[in-house]
C-alpha cells in the first residue's frame, strides 16, 4: 500500500513538473527550414517580431516570396499593408510581397491566405507566427490546403511568451490558456464536420 503511494505521488509530481513544458511543446511545433515557394507571417500578437522573422528568412534565401495576412486592427491601413511597409523599408522588394488585408481571425487567415496561394500553385509556404499560436495557426492552414501541401512550421520569438518559463507571466498563462482551449473547439467542431 505504501508502495502504491509513493509511486503514485512519484507520478503527480512527475505530471505537474513536465506538464508546462508538454503543453508549450504542444502548441509550438517547428519543423527544419527548407526552401519554400512563400513564407507566410501572420499579424497578431508581436507583430513586429514576426515581421522581422518573416523578413529575415527572406533574406536568408528560403523563399522569394513574402505573404503578409491580416486586417486594419483599427484604422484604414491594414495590419498586411502596413507589415508590407515595414518589409519594405527593411529592403525587401516591393514585387517580393503580396498582401491578404480581409482576414480577421487565424481561421480567417488560414482561408483567405489559402486563395492566394492556390491561384499561385504554391506547393509549400513556411508559416511564421508566435510560438504559442503556431499548433492552432498550423491545424487551420492545413485545413484550408490539404494533407499534401507541405507546411513548415517556424516561429518567432515573442517578448511575451517563452517555452521555458510561460507559466510565470500573467500574460503569457493568458495566451497559453486562450490556445488550448481554441484547439479544444477545432478539435470539437471537427468531429461534428465527421
Known amino acids: 500500500m505504501v508502495k502504491k503511494l509513493i509511486i503514485a505521488t512519484l507520478v503527480a509530481i512527475l505530471f505537474v513538473v513536465f506538464l508546462p513544458y508538454g503543453i508549450a511543446l504542444y502548441l509550438s511545433p517547428q519543423n527544419t527550414l527548407a526552401k519554400s515557394d512563400a513564407i507566410v507571417v501572420v499579424s497578431g500578437g508581436d507583430t513586429d517580431a514576426r515581421i522581422s522573422e518573416g523578413v529575415r528568412l527572406y533574406e536568408q534565401g528560403w523563399s522569394k516570396k513574402i505573404i503578409f495576412s491580416g486586417a486594419a486592427a483599427e484604422g484604414d491601413v491594414s495590419n498586411a499593408l502596413a507589415m508590407k511597409h515595414i518589409a519594405i523599408d527593411s529592403g525587401i522588394p516591393e514585387l517580393a510581397i503580396m498582401v491578404e488585408e480581409n482576414s480577421k481571425t487565424t481561421l480567417e487567415n488560414a482561408r483567405f491566405t489559402a486563395q492566394i496561394i492556390k491561384k499561385n500553385n504554391y506547393k509549400s509556404i513556411i508559416l511564421v507566427t508566435s510560438p504559442y499560436h503556431q499548433r492552432r495557426a498550423y491545424s487551420l492552414f492545413r485545413t484550408e490546403l490539404g494533407d499534401n501541401f507541405t ?10 511568451w517563452s517555452k521555458r518559463n510561460w507559466w510565470d507571466n500573467n500574460v503569457a498563462r493568458f495566451l497559453t490558456f486562450g490556445e488550448v482551449s481554441k484547439l479544444f473547439v477545432i478539435f470539437f467542431q471537427s468531429l461534428g464536420s465527421n
Open 151 to 160: 507546411i513548415i512550421n517556424h516561429s518567432a520569438k515573442d517578448t511575451n
